[in-house]
């Protein structure tokens, strides 16, 4: 990330007075209606500005300018939003309506976020049913030529920045100095583990906090605090399960909380939740199980952390073999101890990943995904896809 973004990141996410809020408000609520026409949407934009929440309302706006008649005048990629987020049922209506007038790929994908937050929504099993139908029946139309991925070509892992150690130092320094118990876990761990070092094709920084440690108000607030960090967003991670009347739900619980460090790395912090004899970490679209672990000290690069005690089977739920370095590595594919959630959401984002031009292992990746787990299926000559935990 450039300097240029991690000080727009900074200014986005930090205090703003009335004066400015209300100025961005009236500007959000014109702009949304001028490109979306409903007043719905401009009144919601206009709210999470006078809320003091700038990052949510630029996101929105950006999603809103790349799905709306502004798509040609706006360069580079579509970003990856799921535009629902923190949306009231009613916002929600209004953005189906909307959509329901856009036509080509983008709108299509962005209607099954839409379904996925109804069907989440949703407390009558009938009309989730119906709603989860319609999802079916859309998904379908658009994975219809999507083929089983060619496993004989290995799947690729992202390609990592420059990623210096006097960067890396840095960036876990500055989150080491948030009052808050975090422990270095994954491939940073496996760094101070088999190299006492950060590793050298790493490409960010990996901490863990205990559920009942983190206060995510203080993180934010000691985020804010300190010149060389950035907020860039979190994530819930949530599982739907059945209950007894035949409704799928479940409760989000915070998973991932993004930081940018002023060089430029990120720092992923994952929040670990106790599960019977496992302590599992993930985000909106994973899920990593490790047996409960206390912890110890360790050396990082001459830096003193705090890590799994029982490091060779942490590492080892982790990557099998993390004996032998790799240099590319994928944390869908590479991990065995992750899943994948039942959440229409977390779907509707593969399958935007899976669809979209884009990276080329990123779409193998989203695509083999959704066939490994039985959402996609062959028929005659054509792919269909299905919920395949209904």
């Not at 039942?342 to 990943?353: G, V």
Request: glycine share 8%; hydrophobic share 40%.
């Amino acid at each position: 990330m450039s300097p240029r973004a991690f000080r727009a990141l900074r200014w986005l996410n930090r205090s703003h007075g009335p004066a400015l809020r209300l100025t961005f408000a009236g500007l959000m609520a014109v702009t949304t209606f001028i490109i979306t026409g409903r007043a719905a949407l401009a009144r919601e934009a206009a709210a999470l500005c006078r809320g003091d929440r700038f990052a949510t309302a630029m996101h929105r706006l950006r999603w809103y300018l790349t799905h709306g008649w502004t798509a040609r005048m706006m360069p580079g990629d579509v970003p990856l939003f799921d535009p629902t987020s923190d949306m009231d049922p009613g916002t929600v209506h209004a953005l189906a309506d909307w959509l329901a007038g856009r036509r080509g790929l983008h709108a299509d994908l962005a209607r099954l976020y839409v379904l996925a937050r109804q069907i989440r929504d949703s407390r009558d099993p009938a009309d989730q049913q119906a709603l989860m139908q319609r999802f079916e029946t859309q998904a379908s139309d658009l994975v219809r030529d999507i083929a089983y991925p060619d496993t004989r070509k290995r799947v690729a892992g992202k390609s990592a920045p420059q990623f210096t150690l006097d960067q890396a130092r840095a960036a876990l320094s500055a989150i080491q100095s948030c009052d808050l118990p975090f422990y270095v876990i994954s491939g940073t761990f496996l760094g101070a583990v088999r190299e006492g070092a950060f590793l050298a094709h790493d490409y960010d920084i990996d901490v863990g906090i205990d559920i009942v440690d983190f206060d995510e108000a203080k993180l934010r607030h000691q985020i804010t605090a300190s010149a060389d960090l950035a907020y860039i967003n979190a994530s819930d991670h949530l599982d739907l399960t059945r209950d007894p009347d035949g409704l799928w739900t479940g409760q989000p619980q915070p998973a991932l909380i993004r930081v940018m460090h002023a060089s430029g790395i990120g720092i992923d912090i994952f929040v670990h939740h106790p599960d019977g004899d496992l302590s599992w970490h993930g985000s909106a679209k994973h899920r990593w199980d490790n047996s409960a672990f206390t912890l110890a000290d360790y050396a990082l690069s001459g830096l003193s952390v705090r890590g799994p005690a029982d490091a060779d089977r942490y590492l080892t739920e982790n990557y099998g073999d993390w004996r032998t370095p790799v240099t590319s590595f994928n944390c869908s594919t590479g991990t065995p101890n992750v899943s994948f959630p039942r959440n229409p959401s977390a779907l509707a984002e593969q399958l935007r990943t899976a669809l979209l031009p884009g990276r080329p292992t990123d779409r193998q990746v989203a695509a083999l995904i959704l066939w490994q787990e039985g959402y996609l299926h062959r028929t005659g000559d054509r792919t269909t896809f299905r919920f395949g935990w209904i």
